[in-house]
DNA sequence: CCGTATCCCCGGGGATACTG
DNA sequence: CAGTATCCCCGGGGATACGG
């Protein structure tokens, strides 16, 4: 999610209202659409609440300031929750929200169905590599 | 989905491959994040096979342009299905494959989730409006 | 440590004109 | 009709330096 991921532009939203063509998982899929954001739930999933550093170091590449993007806007959409601890230093967790953790599911179907694409796209290949193998003979 | 969407670069993945803290359903949602693509699939799902103008005018604002790429990048994973026909004027339709259409549940969860958040959502806002009243009586 | 502020640059993407 | 080619511009996002 290095590149940018602008989903869509407010005026394509617009216009898509307007077309009364709205698509009703537009706005939860342009949260999971942005960058870096599935990195971010998934980390959050699998290691549980850390702090910003960690994150930052996990999600390996990102800068700080797309990182805060980021939390802000999933923090916007009650997907994180941010826990700030006024000690010094300062310390900052973020979790899951009770909403972030309805995506569990859907986010498991779509690991399970890109995996099994992955494999059958592998064994497609090395189906055509035999193939080749078999014609060059 | 008007604003780009690239979702992650190819040195964000290959960081994150290296850190191993590779996400499996990366890949699906770095297609479906692209810019307008949720729009042009729940398009061909929702209106059938469909022509390039056809689809084009549906999905108002986007460019022939990145209409072509978007087309182009779903039909390399195989999601959709490009049919030439060599009339004149030639005639082009896209369609949904078996494998594009494996997604149809979980778009229609998401869409669900979707829906469901915004209603709840405003159901919230509804309440703060009428908490602001009464404080203010 | 957790950010925000500033600067700057690159390329994504629209508009237009043109071809098969 | 279905694209491709060219041009050009805007802002997304990284790097750096600094504040709480």
Same mark, same amino acid.
């Given at each position: 999610?290095?590149?940018?991921?602008?989903?869509?532009?407010?005026?394509?939203?617009?216009?898509?209202?307007?077309?009364?063509?709205?698509?009703p998982?537009?706005?939860?899929?342009?949260m999971?659409?942005?960058?870096w954001?599935?990195?971010?739930?998934?980390? *959050?999933?699998?290691? !549980?609440?850390?702090?910003?550093? &960690?994150?930052?170091?996990?999600?390996?590449?990102?800068? $700080?300031?797309? =990182?805060?993007?980021?939390?802000?806007?999933?923090?916007?959409?009650?997907?994180?929750?941010?826990?700030?601890?006024?000690?010094?230093?300062p310390?900052?967790?973020?979790?899951?929200?009770?909403?972030?953790?309805?995506?569990?599911?859907?986010?498991?179907? *779509?690991?399970?169905? !890109?995996?099994?694409?992955?494999? &059958?796209?592998?064994a497609?290949?090395?189906?055509?590599? $035999?193939?080749? =193998?078999?014609?060059?003979?």
């Amino acid at each position: 999610m290095t590149s940018s991921v602008p989903v869509s532009t407010a005026a394509a939203s617009a216009a898509q209202a307007k077309e009364s063509v709205t698509c009703p998982m537009d706005f939860i899929l342009r949260m999971l659409m942005g960058p870096w954001t599935t990195y971010i739930l998934y980390n *959050l999933r699998s290691h !549980g609440p850390q702090r910003f550093g &960690e994150l930052k170091r996990r999600v390996s590449g990102i800068s $700080a300031k797309m =990182l805060t993007e980021r939390l802000r806007t999933l923090e916007g959409a009650s997907l994180v929750k941010r826990d700030y601890e006024a000690t010094i230093p300062p310390k900052v967790t973020y979790s899951l929200t009770k909403r972030g953790h309805e995506l569990d599911d859907v986010m498991g179907r *779509l690991a399970e169905i !890109g995996m099994r694409w992955e494999t &059958e796209d592998a064994a497609a290949r090395a189906a055509r590599a $035999a193939e080749q =193998l078999r014609a060059a003979e």
